[in-house]
């Protein structure tokens, strides 16, 4: 399974930004965020059904996961993230669990496959 997000970039407090996750394969998705000197740490995740969402204390009310339809021809699955703070400042990493269900996986080692990670700068 191949990942390719996208999407990250520069912006100031309280803003907002929206990343992209194409996926080669429909699977359950997760967006992990790693700051410098920190460990990598989920955000948000989305079951392969799309019926399912969990999110990270940090996250709730802010970031919104969501996906493509299964009967789109993308795979992809989006993170929309508002009122954003500068310790939201982070390489964002989107990676792949299963390909099947309604569930959400949460840890790291659940997740078998990782996208490259797009960098998300807020600035004070």
């Known amino acids: 399974v191949q990942l390719q997000a996208s999407g990250g970039g520069w912006v100031q407090t309280g803003g907002s930004l929206r990343l992209s996750c194409e996926a080669s394969e429909r699977y359950a998705v997760g967006w992990f965020r790693q700051a410098p000197g920190e460990d990598r740490e989920f955000v948000a995740g989305?079951?392969?059904?799309?019926?399912?969402?969990?999110?990270?204390d940090s996250g709730k009310g802010r970031f919104t996961i969501s996906r493509t339809n299964a009967n789109d021809a993308k795979n992809t699955v989006y993170l929309q993230m508002s009122s954003l703070k500068p310790e939201d400042t982070a390489v964002y990493y989107c990676a792949a669990s299963r390909p099947y269900g309604d569930s959400v996986d949460r840890a790291r080692n659940e997740y078998k496959y990782w996208g490259q990670g797009t960098l998300v700068t807020v600035s004070s």
């Open positions: 989305i079951s392969w059904r799309g019926g399912r969402k969990s999110y990270a």
